[in-house]
């Protein structure tokens, strides 16, 4: 018979690392994370740009940290080391590329997490897997001979281009602005103005479009684009039209609707998992927390409250 951990948490990003250290401080020992990606905080390596100041207080979400885990400003490198950190100190068994594909609740009353290669067993399971491992398309086609072009994060961008970024978050406007200091960009929203953005980038972005170093395009959608001999043509609803080297949409991510339904997790009309205050959905011991579970915006502090959530639920049930 295979063992039976005490938790197993799905996805290691702030909420699933948390969510391991939380457990273990508490005393819980027999913890199993597992991650798709190499290394852990994929959404943080991937999306976020080099040396990006990464915000404490967010999007004006809850910047307090309740539970065992702190966290400060700093930036991406600082981020990732503290994790690193944390996972070491802790000895957290994080095993890498290693992709849930679903979990069922058997008639025992253990969970059985199913991966490519390995099925595993466990009392309750966490799944702080985030919503960036698909970020969100247009809704309008991207025609496949531009895909090298058209772009969700900043890993394929040099110098010298004529950048479309798309979007009205944070990620977008530090896209923008770290792109203008080697290339000529354009930033497009679709509404009138920014209402989401932190008062830093909100007065950086102020600065750069008023000396011309970005290009604003507030109340822009676009309506389709196109390949124009290798480039991107994008035609604007309002009948303009611009040719750009590359596009770049920061437009957030969506969830794993499929993982959730082969998992029998249920959702709501928005497609979010129905969680209660505990952060337990319709499956007792199945639990979901970090950006999967927001309803009104995610960040690093909700994840990792969300964490201590969790784990303080899981010890009461063991009390
Ligand atoms: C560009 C950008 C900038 C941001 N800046 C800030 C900021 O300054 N401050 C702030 O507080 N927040 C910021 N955020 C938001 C913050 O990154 C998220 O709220 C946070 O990462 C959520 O943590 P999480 O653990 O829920 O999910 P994630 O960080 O998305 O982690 C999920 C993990 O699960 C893994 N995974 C996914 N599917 C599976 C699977 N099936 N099996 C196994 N593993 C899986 C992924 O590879 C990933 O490592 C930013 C987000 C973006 C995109």
Known sequence: MDSVYDIAIIGGGPCGIASAVEAKISGIENILLLEKGDNHSQTIRTFYKDNKRVDKEYKGLDSQTKGRVEFET?????????FDALLDNETIDAIFETEVEKIVKNSDGNFEIFTAHKHYFAKNVIVAVGRMGRPNKPSYKIPPSI?????????KCSTGEKILVVGGGN???????????????TLSYRKGEFTRINEINAKNLAYDVKYGNIILRLKTDIES????????????????VFVYDRVIYAIGGTTPVDFLKSSDIEVDEKKIPIIDENCETN????????????????????????SNTIIEHINSKNR
């Open 225 to 240: 684009i196109e390949n124009e001999e290798g480039k991107v043509l994008v035609n604007y609803k309002d009948g303009r």
């Open 171 to 185: 990620s977008a406007v530090e896209y923008a602005m770290t792109l203008s200091r080697e290339n000529i960009v």
């Open 74 to 82: 700093g930036s991406k490198e600082d981020v990732l080391n503290y």
């Open 147 to 155: 895909t090298q072009r058209v772009n969700f994060n900043l890993d």
């Open 283 to 306: 499956i007792k011991g199945l639990y979901v927390g970090g950006d999967l579970a927001t309803r009104s915006g995610a960040s690093i502090v909700v994840a990792l409250n969300h």
